[in-house]
């Protein structure tokens, strides 16, 4: 090949050096960039490119680009050193004229600030596209036999098609390190989901089927839907679950499905001595199972269910809606989801994989007295057990020395991978309570976040009186209220919240343990906020809305249209009531309200398990005779089986009205 020189060109012409061409380079072609998972990026030009050529200098200092001078141009040969120095051009002379730092000016009169404004654009370009994957991420995907394989590749599965003749049923193979999921498409409709864990004890095969129906009711057609508007979201999250587990999962040593679902055996254990204890007791003699179960739920271990409400994984309920009343209502449940998550540090205990977490006779038989002082309201006291560690061979070789811990003695190493459990739904907690939460299974809590419990409860609104000691929530509900016949009518009640002491809160909602013991003493407290929420939600939250207008002086109503009123089943009197809530050092109620010709109150303090008890009331105490036989503790009972402040209003108006 011959070699370009300076005498193969005229004047104001100069041989450019080829630019190098590569894979990404916007070089290839000007109208054709090369693809760049990032986009477009700004084009940085070349040493060669930088450096002035004769040509280029020419057309800098007046000379056009075909090398003519004009009218007002220099004349020739003023690229060289000298020349540049008697112009005072500095950085010419030393070809740093396209160079950053402020050495010159760049090529084709572009500043430093060009370059900067153009990285910038680059940066703004990937920050914007970014967002763009970010959004596209959120969807999974409509159903299809080709969406299923990229979200099972993209999950981490092993994905391939089973050879079937053209017109009959696909079968699309997920495979994994511990399991396998067949599913059968017909034209792109699912008819068959068949899962399966080849090396897994029975403990986790038992409960293959519910997790199928699961995963095909994901994939089914509702009424409203079609092949066009399917979408993988429920599928995918269920799925996405499977593939954590199989992730951290080590075959053969560490099977993360048979960790959790050891963990289901031994609570589950638990909970049928718990609801046979129960049973024994007289005041559930005569109840059904389905009220003792939801019992030992709410106020012992919890119940523990695989593959529940549409998602897989283990379960443990510890709440429900209206847990006083017999309803075949699916109500809301609070539980906590048990998952795995890796280990975040050395503070953490690993995974361990048993199904002997209690003993099987469940109680501690030779109980001492400081057990049955650590047990809540002297229970009875449970035995339970610490499984060995799991441990997995090491990729390191085994050392000599014994002082390296178990890992270099042996060359047998811990799993990178922990419990962790999901609250769902999110619970809202005092600050002090989340710090003994944390404390009770090892993990760090932020001591740098400070709002305040009410604002998490309640954020706050623009109708709000916030002032410095406190904060007032003013809302209006519609309560149903039935007469002795059993006619339905609706009033309206206009309540305020008055938190006078507020109090640092916390959200709740993901926490490493590392023994099931650690979840069942966190319960009592748990339910405690669980039935608070619930109380304050129909009067101040969702259930409720803001005043319709301020409160008004009562105008005088006509008999006929006060019956008119009767008669429709519309109330328009409103009724207010004031709720002032304390959480430090008791959580505690204060309710008042206007009960003939004067105030009541009463306040009512949720203790454990979402155990109601009234403190402090003088409604009783005034009305003597016209009691009708109530108690403190009827009022404290048809609270916690109303859980609604307002229909308990009501109640005890019409009772001792």
């Known amino acids: 090949m ?150 099972g590749l993209r999950l981490g599965f092993e994905c391939l098609w089973d050879s079937t003749p053209p017109g009959a049923p696909r079968l699309l193979i997920i495979a994994g390190k511990a399991l396998a999921l067949d ?18 004890p029975e403990i986790v095969t038992r409960h293959t089927n519910k997790a199928e129906e699961i995963l095909l009711r994901d994939m089914q057609f509702q009424a409203h839907e079609s092949p066009l508007t399917k979408k993988l979201d429920r599928f995918a999250a269920n799925l996405e679950i499977l593939a954590t587990l199989d992730k951290f999962s080590v075959i053969p040593g560490l099977n993360c499905h048979e960790a959790i679902a050891g963990l289901y055996e031994s609570v589950e254990r638990l909970h049928l001595w718990e609801v046979e204890r129960l049973k024994e007791t007289q005041e559930m003699a005569e109840k059904d199972d389905a009220y003792v179960i939801k019992t030992a739920m709410c106020t012992k271990s919890g119940k523990p269910i695989m593959h529940t409400r549409d998602r897989l994984g283990m379960s443990l309920d510890y709440w429900q809606e209206k847990r006083r009343l017999s309803s075949k209502k699916d109500e809301k449940t609070w539980s906590l989801l048990v998952d795995c998550a890796p280990v975040l540090g050395l503070d953490f205990t690993p995974i361990r994989v048993s199904e002997n977490w209690i003993s099987v006779d469940i109680q501690k038989a030779n109980a001492t007295v400081e057990d049955i002082l650590l047990e809540p309201d002297n229970g009875p006291v449970l035995d339970w057990l610490d499984p060995v560690n799991t441990l997995l061979p090491s990729t390191d070789p085994p050392k000599a020395d014994a002082m390296d811990g178990v890992e270099g003695a042996t060359g047998q190493k811990f799993p990178e991978v922990m419990f962790v459990v999901k ?41 709000d009186d916030v002032h410095n000691d406190g904060r007032r929530i003013t809302r209006e509900s519609t309560v149903s209220v039935y007469s002795k016949d059993g006619e339905r009518s609706t009033v309206v009640h206009r309540s305020d919240l008055w938190i006078d002491k507020p109090d640092y809160g916390r959200t709740l909602t993901e926490l490493p343990f590392s023994h099931p013991r650690q979840l069942v003493q966190m319960l009592p407290a748990l339910r405690q906020y669980a039935f608070l929420s619930t109380l304050l939600n129909k009067s101040f939250g969702s259930s409720s809305h803001p005043p319709s207008k301020p409160p008004q002086k009562k105008e005088i109503q006509s008999k006929r249209s006060e019956f008119a009123n009767f008669m429709s089943g519309i109330s328009t009197n409103v009724k207010t009531m004031d709720v002032s809530l304390t959480t430090q050092p008791h959580l505690r109620l204060r309710v008042n309200f206007p009960f003939k010709k004067t105030t009541a109150e009463v306040t009512f303090e949720i203790n454990l398990n979402g155990a109601v008890e009234v403190v402090n009331e003088n409604l009783l105490e005034g009305a003597g005779a016209g009691a009708k036989g109530l108690t403190t503790k009827d009022l404290a009972r048809m609270l916690e089986m109303t859980e609604d402040l307002g229909v308990w209003l009501e109640f005890v108006k019409r009772r001792l009205g």
């Not at 809202?428 to 001591?447: G, R």
Request: net charge neutral.
């Open 423 to 463: 609250f769902d739904p999110p619970l809202v907690v005092p600050y002090m309570l989340a710090t003994q939460i944390y404390n009770s299974t090892s993990a760090p809590i932020d001591h740098f976040v400070t709002t305040t419990f009410d604002e998490l409860m309640f954020p706050r609104r623009p109708e």
């Open 183 to 200: 599913i059968t498409f017909d034209r792109n409709i699912v008819q068959k989901v068949a899962l399966s864990f080849p090396e897994s």
């Open 2 to 151: 011959a070699t370009p020189t300076a005498g193969k060109h005229g004047p104001g012409q100069a041989a450019a050096t080829p630019p190098v061409s590569t894979p990404f380079s916007a070089s290839n072609h000007h109208s054709h960039p090369a693809f760049s998972p990032h986009g477009p990026r700004s084009v940085v030009p070349s040493p060669q490119q930088v450096k002035k050529s004769p040509a280029n200098s020419n057309t800098m200092y007046g000379y056009p680009a075909g090398g003519h001078p004009s009218s007002s141009s220099f004349g020739v040969g003023y690229d060289s050193p000298s020349a540049a120095m008697a112009l005072a051009v500095p950085g010419l002379e030393l070809g740093l004229e396209g160079l950053p730092g402020g050495m010159g000016t760049p090529v084709g009169g572009v500043s430093l600030g060009h370059l900067s404004g153009a990285r910038a654009d680059e940066d703004e370009r990937r920050r914007r596209l970014g967002q763009v994957m970010d959004i596209l991420k959120v969807s999974k995907g409509r159903l299809s036999g080709e969406g299923v394989e990229r979200l």
